[in-house]
């Protein structure tokens, strides 16, 4: 047989072996997804990779949380919020005796690459505990956080909000909401841990409530970014823990003052979101502080005028794509995809229009936040954890 026909027939068996191989990796994913999307996980299903697209599956389907995926997002937290290194220190230095490594000045909140994710790492672990008490890793976790929040640790957090001039305002406001918003988590779990715990983070909430009621009568403007020192998120989360702890003082200055901000706005303009490192929509922020403050007839009014065809569907938003993430500034947009979502939830009861919009924006990032590079696993689990959160919420 000539050789150039021999060549043909070999590239043609080729091609033919290539086109059988790719049909049946798709039949082995569906096989896989199918089982894990079912009422239940099989034993021969147990491999990470297998869950974490399990994770994504089930998402596509129906946006919740099984015990199976609760086990793989509890091990995000939990293996760095004791990892000290790397990390992102905001300290600014006067003396050179104010440097030192995280674990000393931050000994409760020294892992997860900064400070703020570490307390959101905290939180995730307690909301996970509270929703899955047959968590295999639960006995692990509590060990983790009987440590780090023990009251010593916490009188060291203290400490550094004085250390010199400029650590007075360490991690305003966005640390300062997930501190409050952990508390709260944990306040509300009727648990012997969790009343320790809560008793000795008391003092430092208190600390925050106070920088909370100092700062907020001095800022003439809200911060509109979709990063950390948004005002908006940075007022959601400290109302949520004032209206359930009773801090009176710090819900009517926070309702004060949102109002001052936002009750005249009007054609957030959305469609310029999100920006290239945003985590926070500065729209949907918006609007998450202020169902909270106004009354629903007020906030039905306002709403019209703020983002006219949100609830009807008639404004575009789709999920921010991501194209580097082990990149910790492109990564944010994971997050955006999920802030967005945890704000829609909020505002789409008995609306199925928002809540697929929500679904969409979950659903997309939900299956990628695994993916062994730390600029987004020290932190993304806590924001799809909290959007799943908000959607719980809607059935209650």
């Known amino acids: 047989m ?16 290539f086109v059988l191989s790719k ?25 990470e990779e297998t869950n974490l697209e399990g994770t994504k599956e089930v998402g596509l389907k129906e946006v919740g949380l099984n015990l199976t995926q609760a086990e793989h997002l509890a091990q995000l937290p939990l293996k760095c919020i004791q990892n000290a290194l790397p990390y992102k ?5 006067v003396d050179s005796s104010d440097l030192a490594m995280p674990q000393e000045h931050h000994p409760a909140f020294y892992g997860c690459f900064d400070w703020h994710s570490a307390v959101h790492g905290h939180w995730s672990l307690i909301y996970l505990m509270k929703q899955f008490p047959e968590l295999s890793l639960t006995e692990e976790i509590r060990k983790a956080i009987d440590i780090n929040l023990s009251s010593e640790n916490i009188e060291k957090e203290i400490a550094y909000f004085s250390l010199n001039k400029y650590t007075k305002n360490y991690e305003r406001t966005y640390g300062w909401a997930w501190l409050l918003k952990l508390s709260e988590e944990i306040y509300t779990w009727d648990d012997p841990d969790a009343k320790r715990w809560y008793e000795a983070l008391k003092p430092l909430n208190s600390l925050i409530s106070e920088k ?35 801090d009176k003082e710090l819900q009517s200055i926070i309702e004060s ?43 039905a009014t306002w709403q ?11 404004i575009a938003i789709t999920p921010a794509d991501v194209k580097d993430r082990s990149d910790g500034h492109l990564v944010h947009l994971d997050g955006v995809n999920f802030s967005r979502a945890w704000c829609l939830y909020s505002l789409s009861k008995e609306n199925p229009v928002l809540e697929k919009i929500a679904d969409q924006h979950f659903n997309y990032s939900i299956g990628k936040i695994v993916d062994g590079d730390y600029m987004g696993e020290h932190w993304l689990a806590s924001f799809a954890l909290y959007a799943l959160k908000s959607k719980r919420e809607l059935t209650k």
């Open 212 to 246: 909370y009621k100092l700062y907020l009568p001095k800022l003439v403007y809200p911060i509109r970014v979709g990063t950390h020192t948004n005002t908006a998120f940075g007022l959601t989360f400290a109302h949520d823990y004032a209206v359930t702890v009773g």
């Open 304 to 314: 019209n005028e703020f983002l006219n065809g949100l609830s009807k569907g008639e």
């Open 89 to 93: 220190s905001g300290i600014v230095i």
């Open 257 to 299: 003052r949102a109002r001052d901000f936002y009750f005249e706005d009007k054609g957030c303009p959305i469609s310029w979101e999100p920006s290239g490192y945003d985590f926070l929509s500065p729209c949907l922020e918006e609007l998450d502080i202020m169902r909270r403050v106004l009354s629903p007839e007020e906030f």
């Open 23 to 47: 049909a049946l990796l798709k039949i082995s994913d569906k096989v896989i997804t199918d089982t894990i999307g079912g009422e239940s996980v099989t034993e021969e299903v147990k491999s």
């Open 2 to 17: 000539d050789t150039k026909i021999k060549l043909i027939i070999l590239i043609f068996f080729l091609c033919v072996l």
